[in-house]
């Protein structure tokens, strides 16, 4: 196991409305002037912003709003917050939405305390402050409720990167799982591919001897391989939202991460197909991540052997390891196509013929990608092929 | 899924050398002058306190000591610590040690900053403050280097009792597997055993529906099944000492045990063990879960054959559950032994006439105890009938 540092100080507000408890938790984490920040009208529709507020209200805090956070957010929203901040001296982000609501809201944090460009923090500058973030989840996919990052896209050049601190963890974050029961079972379905993705890209490695994580990662994706098909049939079912809800957290915030090399390429492989295409992140790591896994499989035969036996109930072939090792990527394709998934390139409106094109913004150039495999420009290529 | 909340702010420091940086993070969490806390001459023998004090003194960081402490620790102590603090104005308490320590040195926070008797806390007074307590970690076990909890057993009466306050979570932890090499077998076992139990108090459970941490505890205890042989079989396995490290204080900290109810009658009959015959916390266990188990196995025996089945490789007996939910009891007394553990009550040394005695501390009187099933004075009494 490798040394590592931990840090997770998220206060966890979990339950059925505990939304109506947003202003004693701003309060208790130091918020006097707050944005509010969401994405779309559903939250006002659903009369989640008006709960909200008058919670705010009720614990005597000042706040304005910003909406309009779209999937994959941009750059331009993130500028107009930091304006915002800046003017009307916010103090407390507060994030009303999913994981794009949450990235944005990290994004203005960020820029709201620094005198330059905020998207120096996602070209890798080192983060040194921000202001405290808390959020109100509607979406159980990107983690981003626990987690260090955020993925912006750069509307010049739609460039998709991530910034990563300890200082982005949220202070708190309130986890209602009936807010996330009036989502379309599309959306449902590329949350839960978000996170196994979360989970694989930690579980892929080549560092040797990490049982207790190998385990805490397979025991969240066998939780999303048994509760996504029951949300799918029934999306009012509060246990199985919850189970679902808990899982993107603990899939995400490293619990299960720590102490081992992780690589993320398909999560940047990925970049590059919804940068793009603009489609949903989860439908795209449905397509990427089996190609990529056809193409590294042979790394460690046995690791994926392990993962098709322990997480797809697959029969060890102990005289042909590999074959196990591929069943248990038929079997994670089958599971993705029964919940409504894409996993090839026509499925998702992508094109064989812009492989060129996703090539050169993932900008690879000498260097490479990933950790389980060193991937180059070419392996990105034929991963990309494999997709297709 | 019950409503809860988590908040789990102790700063994980992994790894190998880790102790040679005390000095920069009490630092960073605003140590002075530090109350180091230790119990047995081991970490003097051992180098360990020697490197501790060289790192807080380049952090130009006052300090003074106090060791002494004992398994199942003492009030007399405590008070002892405590009175140190007052006079020297410590700011901060560092245990150097494993369970023990930490709880003694988490009795000393709350005493040092309260001017009644800090045993009130035992007695169920609520925490509104404490020192900060950091930990640097001998033993794995008791999992209190990320954990809300202390328990303490006072002198008069030999009364074991806990306290519990998210402000007695140590601010940091630093976890150095190597640190754990020269443990003594039995230790080992022991400390295996106390994480197993910490779980599986966890486990069952009357909450419904509660997959998620359902699988990260059956993953824990998958963990600690197959790294304790290990580490037995080679003391200096840094790998499996590693794995058990992070699975102990995952055990804990309750990260697999929210939004469940909870069911900690097996600590409770345990304790009176410890208290009146001073064994081993985890001996104890080892003695103690299975007759608990037997006893309230009808209360959900399809939740028995899922432990059996998931963590025990158990074949599920489809025609008679029962079977299966005797199997994983079996299996779990066979895994005892096979780790050098007792599991009766001659084994560890108690007897049989002692039984009134155990009752009669244990106090329950005219109410019950647990929650799984609520155990009456008379339940109680068969169940150490059957540790007999």
Not at 9 to 25: H, I, W
Not at 65 to 87: D, F, Q, T
Not at 117 to 122: E, H, I, K, L, S
Not at 280 to 289: D, K, N, P, S, Y
């Amino acid at each position: 196991m490798n040394n590592f540092n931990f840090y997770s100080p998220t206060y966890f507000v979990f339950g059925k409305e505990r939304e109506n408890e947003t202003g004693k938790y701003v309060s208790r984490f130091g918020g006097k002037k707050v944005l509010i920040h969401y994405g779309s009208g559903s939250v006002v529709r659903s009369g989640l912003l008006d709960r909200v507020k008058k919670s705010l209200q009720e614990a005597s805090i000042e706040f304005c709003e910003l909406g309009g956070v779209v999937p994959n957010p941009r750059s331009g929203l993130v500028y107009k917050g930091v304006e915002i901040c800046k003017c009307e001296k916010v103090d407390f982000i507060l994030a009303v939405g999913g994981g794009s609501v949450i990235d944005s809201a990290k994004a203005i944090a960020l820029g709201a305390v620094y005198d330059g460009d905020f998207w120096d923090f996602y070209n890798g500058k080192r983060v040194e402050k921000a202001l405290p973030v808390a959020t109100i989840l509607t979406l159980t996919a990107a983690g981003s409720e626990g987690s260090t990052g955020s993925v912006i896209t750069h509307e010049n050049g739609m460039l998709k990167r991530a910034a990563n601190s300890d200082l982005l963890r949220p202070v708190f974050s309130i986890l209602n799982p009936e807010l996330t029961c009036s989502l379309p079972a599309y959306q449902t379905a590329c949350g839960a591919t978000d996170m196994m993705a979360h989970v694989m890209e930690r579980y892929f490695t080549n560092t040797k001897n990490v049982e207790i994580t190998d385990r805490l990662c397979e025991g969240i994706l066998l939780t999303v391989i048994n509760e996504t098909p029951k949300v799918l049939a029934d999306p009012n079912n509060y246990d199985a939202r919850a189970n679902l809800m808990w899982a993107g957290m603990v899939a995400h915030n490293d619990i299960c991460g720590v102490g081992r090399e992780q690589d993320w390429s398909s999560h940047n492989l990925e970049h590059e197909l919804s940068g793009l295409y603009d489609v949903a992140h989860g439908a795209g790591l449905a397509v990427m991540f089996p190609a990529w896994m056809k193409y590294v499989m042979n790394n460690d035969v046995n690791r994926f052997a392990q993962f098709a036996v322990r997480v797809w109930g697959c029969e060890m072939d102990f005289q042909n390891p590999e074959n196990t090792a591929r069943k248990g990527i038929e079997k994670y394709e089958q599971f993705m196509t029964s919940i409504g998934m894409p996993i090839r390139f026509s499925q998702l409106g992508a094109k064989a013929e812009d492989i060129p094109a996703l090539i050169k913004t993932l900008a690879l150039g000498s260097n490479t990608m990933g950790s389980f495999v060193k991937l180059t420009e070419d392996d990105c290529r034929k991963i990309y092929e494999l997709a297709v």
